[in-house]
C-alpha cells in the first residue's frame, strides 16, 4: 500500500481566481488615491482656477500658441505739487478827471464875516486815497435864503482854520437826484438846485489842515458859511491826505 493511501488530502486557503480580484482591488485603490490627490492640488490649493469659461474665448487651459511678452510696469516719478498762484489784489480804478472839480477864481471878493442867511448842509465828506490820487468826495447843499436856487452859483472854499486864508475854490455842479429834503416854500424856489455833489482832488495841495466851506453868488450878491464848527475837516501830510476822524 502506498504511504498516502489512510491519510485525508489537505484543503487549499486560496481559491481558484482570487489573486486577479486581489490585484483588481489594489488597482482601484492606487486609483482613489491619485484621484484624491488630484483633487486636493488642483481644486483645493487652487493650482486651477475655476472660472467660467465665457463662449467665444479661449480656454485659460487652451494654449493660444503665442507667447505673452511680460507687461513692463513704467517707472512714475514723484511731481512736484504744483504752487497755488497767489490772486492778485484789485486795484483801485483812478478817479476819471472829468468828474474832478478844477480850481476857479471868486467872481467877487468874500465878506469877511460868514453870512447865516446862507442855509447848507453837509451830507457826506469822504476820501478816496488810491491810484495815485487824494480825492476829497463832498455832498450836500447851499442856498441863498427867499432867492431862487436856479439862478445861483456854488463854490466850495477849503481855507486855513488859523488864518482863515482861502486856498482853494472850486465850482459846484448842482445834483438834484441828491434832493431828499422838503423846505419852508418861503426859503426859496427850485431848491433841488442847492444840492451837488463834487470830488476835488487834494494830491498838489501844501501840507497843512484844511476846513471846508462853502460861498453862494446870487444876483450879483456873494455870501458864505462854515458848514459846522468843525477845527478842521482834513489834512495833508507829506502828500497824503487824512480826514479828520
Known sequence: MSRGYGKKKRRSVVRPGAGGAILRFLIGVVLLIGLCGAFYLFVLQGTVPLSPIVPGTSSPAEPTGATNAPTSVPTIEPTAAATATPTPEPTATPVPQEVLAGAVALPAALPAQPDPQVKLGLKELNLFDAAGQSVIIVRGFAFLEGLDAAA???????????????????PISPYAEDADLSFDETAGAHLDQAFFRMNIDVSGLPDGYYLVCIAVENGGRIAWNYFDNSMYHFRIDHGAAMLNE
Open 152 to 170: 445861483s452859483r456854488g463854490y466850495i472854499l477849503l481855507t486855513d482854520p488859523t488864518s482863515g486864508e482861502t486856498l482853494g475854490v472850486y
